[in-house]
């Protein structure tokens, strides 16, 4: 029995084959998760419903269940921080290093060798994304 409020079997599995230095993106529900993604990282998908399951939850989780060493979110071409990702900062903490790429600087991130995981989420705010 796991005692972690995170139960998704395939999320834990991404997570236990990720290992230490892997990158998991959780992806807004604009983001094209089959195009701008590793090609051989795992896919999980979280959009159920529009705005359901929302990136701060599974942000959330994933802050309870790893520990997050860095996160790059993509920028929107005012350079200005989105408030969603805002609201990750937060959950996430302020001593972790946040950074922010355009959106093909980050598609680019994104598609790396190194990202092992990709979470489809049902986030209907538009920036939405992060890679930790």
């Known amino acids: 029995m796991l005692k972690t409020r995170l ?4 999320l834990m599995q991404g997570l236990a084959e990720a290992g230490h ?3 998991i ?19 999980v998908f979280l959009n159920f419903v529009p ?6 939850d ?16 993509m920028t929107p071409p005012d ?7 805002k609201e990750y900062r937060a959950v996430i903490g302020e001593d972790v290093p946040f ?5 093909f600087g980050f598609y680019d991130d994104a598609s790396s060798d190194d990202t092992a995981l990709v979470i489809a989420s049902g986030e209907q705010r538009v920036y939405g994304n992060l890679l930790i």
């Not at 705005?51 to 701060?56: A, E, I, K, Y």
Request: zero cysteines; charged letters at 20%.
């Open 7 to 10: 139960i998704h079997p395939e």
């Open 21 to 23: 230095g892997a990158r």
């Open 25 to 43: 993106l959780i992806g807004d529900s604009n983001y094209p998760v089959t195009t701008k993604a590793n090609p051989s990282a795992r896919i």
């Open 51 to 56: 705005g359901m399951v929302g990136g701060v």
């Open 58 to 73: 599974i942000v959330r989780a994933l802050a309870e269940t790893v520990p997050i060493e860095s996160a790059l979110y």
């Open 79 to 85: 350079g200005q921080m989105p408030d969603i990702v």
């Open 99 to 103: 950074s922010g790429a355009d959106r």
